[in-house]
Every structure is written in C-alpha cells, then in structure tokens.
C-alpha cells in the first residue's frame, strides 16, 4: 500500500491533484498508516475523519518534496576525473569504484536473474558531509601566506540504496521508504510512551514495597537502636515519591492505551510533516582538494548544488539520484575469498 501512495506522489506519470483522486490517495494513506502503526484505531468510530486534516498536510508536503528536480548523476571511475560532482563526493576515483561494490542492494538488483540485461541501475547515493576549519597554506594575489583559516568540506559514510531499472522507479522508492519512516517515526512515540508506562510501573511498585517495609519497621524493633522521627521522614518522602509515580503513570498510560492517544502521536507527525521531513538545496564550490571556495577561485572548482534530506532528528544525509553501471561494479571480494577455499 505505502508503494502505491509512492508512485501517486514521486512516480512520473503521477495522477493530476484532482478532488477525487486526492481523496482516494487520503483514503489509501489513512488505512496504510494505520496498519503500520496501530491496526486497532479501525475500531475508533469515525477515525478516518480525525486523521484526515493530518494525512492531507503529509501528501501536500510530499508533493513539493517531489517536485525538487534529481537529474542522475553517472557514477564510474571515469567520471570522476570530469564530473564536479563525482569529484567533490568522493576523495579518489577508486573510492567511487569501492561505493558500488559496497552496496549489497546493487549487487542484488544486478544478480537478480529478472534483471539480467539491464546494464545499468539508479539508485539514491546518501552522504554526510563534513564541515572543518583547518589551518593551511593559500596563495593571495601573487604570494603565499601560511596558517590561514580555511573550510575543508568532505562526504563520508557513502550509501547506495534503492537500485531500479529507472531513475522513476528509485524515486518512487526513496518515496516509500519516506512515508514507511513517517509512520515508523508516529510508532516510536508511542513505544517510547509505553517504555516510559513500564518503567513507571516498575518504579511504583518498588515504591509501594518500600512504603510497606518503613511501615513494618515503625511498628517493630527500629526504635530500639535508631530514630523513630527518621523513619518518619521517610514514610513522608516515599509516600509524596509515590504519589508522583502514580500520578505519572496515569497520565502516560492514558496517553497511550486509549484510541485517540494512538490517533493525536500520529497526528502529532503527519499533522508537521514539515518538521520530520525535508529537503533542501544549497550551492557549494569547492576546489579540488576540498577547501570551500568562497569569490572567485584561482584554479579548477566543483561547482554543485548539494541536496540535504532530513527525516526526523536522526536521518540526515546528502542524497543524489546516480547511475551505476554494471561494468564498473567490482567482484564481489566474499564470494572470492569462499571460493578460494575451495581451490
């Protein structure tokens, strides 16, 4: 279901934003939400309404992030020697080389025998790049000064995701596995409030069973060798603990276990689609030993635009769309080195 919302919102024959078709796609994306979170809201009358307002916020969101144009990049050992791109991403021409034969998605898209004469795959290229102040020599006018604060912009940890026969069909990928993290980010809300109930409950209960013993011991022996006001004072501080606990325990567990605490976490993210998922793009120009380049630039520069996804707190990377050749796919080193133990 998540896969065909995706090809409505980032396939290249998307429907038109017409009425009728935006009220199936809200219809589809409703049930497919809730079956990934919480199959038990179908039971909650009229839920369909009070998620509505939230699902159409996410599918407007989505339709924006679509439109941001990824035109592939073509990754090969050659092309980093001529594209700015290939050449900013990566540190050597080999390391581009080493990216593809790293991604077992694009062996597996490769050695899918339905697959067997496409030449050439697209994929989603993910990144994080680093940002460094260093100290470094840099030639101003016609002298070289030394020890000038300069930025160096690198791209590490290269992913290689989502592999198909189309440019189309990786973005209607990547787009599935945005909405499935939506919903996966509603979930963890929820999960994390019923961690949040256990360990209240946990911490009740230990409580209860302290509360119990100062009691025992105000009415038994402990006044014979200590304080029996100190006992006392922690009857009162582990009763008002208590309390608290309680109170807490209350609260999270009516925030969760009702329908309508399932329907407002979901709400609470498809309601901002803003602030879990987005896109941006800034120009950057660098000089081909990665310093950031800032004016005119004496030497050869990568001129790109850098496209930064972020989804949630935790994800966020630099992506391009990329074309893997299936000749610059290296052998496989693990099923080199199993068959060499055969020899």
């Not at 697209?122 to 470094?136: I, R, S, Y």
């Not at 993290?181 to 360990?199: K, S, T």
């Not at 009763?239 to 999270?252: D, F, H, M, P, R």
């Not at 800032?294 to 030497?299: I, K, L, N, T």
Request: with cysteine; glycine share 6%; net charge negative.
């Amino acid at each position: 279901m998540f896969e065909r919302i995706a090809a409505a919102l980032f396939g290249a024959r998307a429907p038109s934003a017409t009425t009728e078709a935006d009220a199936q796609l809200v219809a589809e994306a409703i049930e497919a939400v809730v079956e990934a979170v919480e199959p038990r809201i179908r039971h909650r009358a009229r839920y369909q309404q009070k998620l509505e307002g939230c699902v159409r916020r996410t599918i407007s969101h989505l339709r924006d992030l679509a439109r941001v144009p990824l035109e592939p990049i073509r990754l090969t050992r050659a092309a980093w020697g001529s594209d700015p791109c290939v050449n900013a991403f990566f540190a050597t021409a080999g390391d581009v080389v080493e990216c593809l034969g790293r991604s077992r998605e694009l062996r597996a898209f490769f050695a899918d025998p339905a697959n067997r004469g496409v030449e050439e795959a697209f994929g989603l290229l993910g990144m994080k790049m680093v940002e460094k102040t260093v100290f470094a020599p840099q030639l101003q006018g016609d002298a070289v000064r030394q020890d000038v604060a300069q930025v160096t912009v690198s791209f590490t940890d290269h992913r290689l995701i989502a592999p198909a026969a189309t440019p189309a069909a990786t973005r209607v990928e990547v787009g599935r596995r945005i909405i499935q993290r939506l919903a996966q980010e509603a979930l963890a809300r929820i999960v994390a409030v019923d961690m949040q109930a256990v360990e209240l409950q946990e911490r009740k209960a230990y409580l209860g069973a302290r509360l119990r013993m100062l009691k025992l011991a105000q009415d038994g022996m402990e006044g014979l060798v200590g304080d029996p006001s100190t006992v006392v004072h922690e009857i009162e501080r582990t009763e008002s603990e208590l309390g608290q606990a309680v109170a807490s325990y209350i609260e999270a567990k009516g925030s969760l276990a009702t329908l309508d605490g399932y329907i407002d976490h979901i709400e609470s993210v498809l309601g901002n689609p803003e602030r879990h998922v987005t896109l941006r793009r800034t120009p950057l120009t660098v000089d081909r030993m990665g310093f950031k380049v800032e004016g005119d630039a004496s030497g050869p520069v990568n001129a790109i635009d850098v496209v930064e996804l972020a989804i949630g707190t935790e994800l966020k990377a630099v992506i391009a769309i990329v074309c893997c050749p299936r000749a610059e796919l290296p052998p496989d080193a693990s099923r080199l080195a199993q068959g060499e133990r055969y020899l």
